[in-house]
């Protein structure tokens, strides 16, 4: 029953992630980094996902209080520092829950490609 928001509309991670929150009977909605009036709809969000590739995209203007942000992207900057597609420190405070970027979802992709290569 939650509102999952969803920017990013790619094939390996937007698409198979709505359709994997629409069979837990979320209501999900899929933007992308040019969607007009994107904070309107991030805001209503109770989950956010964001795999946009762009850095700090998502900032404290874009979401309410309480929500849950899982932050997919992984971008490296010019001072070869890495951060996601959310702001952390600009939001994290307005944040129920957020993943870290470097820290969050990576090593747990790296943890289920294992798994899957060892089961076969």
């Known amino acids: 029953g939650k509102h999952v928001v969803i920017v990013g ?7 198979p992630l709505a359709q994997m929150m629409l069979k837990e009977n979320a209501t999900v909605t899929i933007c992308h980094s040019k969607t007009k009036y994107l904070s309107e709809i991030t805001e209503t969000a109770d989950i956010l996902i964001v795999a946009c ?42 944040c129920y829950a957020i993943t870290p970027v470097p820290g969050g979802v990576g090593p747990m992709t790296v943890y289920s490609l294992i798994e899957n290569i060892l089961s076969l």
């Open 9 to 15: 509309r790619s094939e390996i991670v937007g698409r």
């Open 53 to 94: 590739g762009k850095p700090k995209f998502i900032k404290a203007e874009h979401v309410k209080e309480g929500v849950t942000i899982i932050d997919v992207g992984i971008n490296r900057l010019e001072d070869g520092s890495i951060c996601g597609d959310v702001d952390f420190d600009d939001v994290k405070d307005k």
